[in-house]
């Protein structure tokens, strides 16, 4: 491998000079993705199935994975800390999801009917989350967080929804708003009448909603919130800022929705709520609780969920749900064995010792080097930032970068040396149980390499 930075110098070039060799090494690593790449532009919009997949200048393009690690279609080998958007928490292709999961498609992928499998996840679930006694499955968290948004309004017969700047919660028109900051849209095809009762308030800032209830309260039916912000960079909430959520929702009546799409069952058996000791009135989940398959779900307590129950309550007071393949039993079986697995005295331990240690050596070489770093991490989730403070916030994270270039250098340069994550703008880390300390030991070697060799080009 060529000693990149040393040669820059002697060269007297620049950070973008520095990357810019990094994607000609790629480029030459990788040349039936390339191939796979411009066949893909012809049928998938900007040859990618989900634009986060995509980096510069063309994304790989797997062809197994095992454990933490995965191949490509050139034989580059990769220990993986994205592991399928943080779903696996196991790691890929687990031996014995993989064998249960072949079991119940001997007798069929998806029947359309009601059956066992489904019960019992479900009975997992409000075994182990705090304020589920009910639930309903999706195939997403997206398709999760809509139909919670929906029993919330009828709930409470109210219409207006807060949800945080930095708050990703899928491609649901009513939330896709202010994924960065303010009330920018997310998407077009947006219509403001629709976003009209969306408000988007500052996150980590108690004040900021505090002025919120005090102007709207009364027609507020949710707030919505991920204890801990993935897509903005792995930004964990203070303890006092969901402590003033729930305070608000009790006071004004309104519900508190946590998203807990990336969190259930990453930041322990009880997720988010067991994690801060904060009460939810409706939780929302995917990924994990699917065990590598499509999944979502939502739930309550019992009084909100029977909004649902075709037995209980009249068509015109109910609040509908469905799906083609909701409850489906491939996801249904992976999803029980997942779980087991997780109760499993000693696994989180290990899970959330492995992620500590990497977040707190990460930071330690980030505070020796000229450049800022301020590594984020909550359970098993981490971010690298590279701020001039420790971000709070999606505002922080975006606005106090140094180098807004150094997260692309980064992405590339540990990918380059068989790490990978994503996304290349924004740095995230999540770790599986089939990690290794060897593996993380290695990642935090290379960062401290990697910031040696760039901090002379700012």
């Known amino acids: 491998m060529v000693e990149y930075g040393l040669r820059l110098r002697a060269e007297g070039l620049s950070l973008e000079d520095f990357y810019n060799t990094l994607i000609s090494e790629y480029k030459a690593r990788t040349p039936k993705s390339a191939e796979l790449y411009e066949r893909a532009r012809n049928v998938l919009p900007g040859g990618v199935t989900y634009h986060i997949r995509y980096f510069e200048p063309y994304p790989f393009y797997v062809s197994r994975a095992k454990g933490s690690h995965i191949w490509d279609v050139d034989g580059n080998e990769y220990i993986d800390y994205?592991?399928?958007?943080?779903?696996?928490i196991l790691g890929h292709a687990n031996d014995l999801i993989v064998d249960k999961v072949r079991g119940i498609l001997d007798k069929?992928?998806?029947w359309g009917y009601e059956h066992e499998y489904a019960v019992r996840l479900a009975e997992k679930i409000v075994n182990h989350v705090p304020t589920i006694e009910s639930l309903r499955f999706t195939n997403s968290g997206?398709?999760?967080?809509?139909y919670a948004i929906r029993l919330a309004r009828a709930y409470t017969g109210r219409k207006k929804i807060v949800k945080f700047e930095g708050g990703w919660h899928g491609g649901y028109d009513s939330l896709h708003i202010g994924v960065k900051s303010g009330r920018k849209k997310g998407s077009r095809g947006l219509p403001d009448e629709v976003l009209a009762n969306t408000i988007v308030a500052e996150f980590n800032n108690p004040s900021s909603i505090e002025k919120v209830f005090k102007e709207h309260g009364n027609d507020i039916?949710?707030?919505i919130v991920e204890p801990v912000q993935g897509a903005a960079g792995i930004i964990p909430a203070d303890e006092d800022f969901l402590d003033?959520?729930?305070d608000l929702c009790d006071t004004y009546g309104s519900l508190l929705i946590f998203d807990e799409v990336i969190t259930g069952f990453r930041l322990g058996l009880g997720g988010g709520q067991e994690y801060y000791g904060v009460r939810a009135d409706i939780v929302t989940m995917g990924k994990i609780i699917g065990g590598g398959f499509p999944i979502g779900a939502f739930g309550a307590p019992r009084e909100i969920m029977e909004l649902l129950d075709y037995t209980k309550t009249p068509e015109d007071k109910r609040s509908f749900h469905g799906g083609t393949f909701a409850g489906n039993p491939v996801s249904m079986v992976a999803g029980y064995e997942t779980i087991k697995i997780l109760e499993k005295p000693g696994f989180y331990e290990y899970l959330n010792w492995l992620s500590g240690k990497?977040?707190?050596?990460l930071q330690d070489i980030g505070s020796r080097s000229k450049i800022p770093v301020h590594v984020t991490y909550a359970g098993s989730l981490i971010g690298i930032h590279f701020t001039s403070e420790?971000?709070?916030?999606?505002?922080?994270?975006l606005g106090k970068r140094v180098n807004p270039l150094l997260n692309k250098v980064l992405q590339k340069y540990m990918l380059i040396h068989g790490h990978v994550f994503l996304t290349e703008d924004i740095s995230?880390?999540?770790l599986s149980g089939s990690h290794t300390l060897r593996e993380v030991e290695s990642f935090a070697q290379l960062f401290e390499e990697f910031l040696r060799k760039v901090e002379e080009y700012l």
């Open 142 to 146: 997206t398709e999760a967080n809509m």
């Open 358 to 361: 990497l977040a707190v050596v």
């Open 82 to 88: 994205w592991i399928g958007h943080g779903a696996l």
């Open 428 to 430: 995230h880390l999540m």
């Open 108 to 110: 069929g992928s998806h």
């Open 221 to 223: 039916a949710a707030v």
């Open 244 to 246: 003033a959520l729930r």
């Open 390 to 397: 420790e971000p709070r916030s999606i505002r922080d994270v």
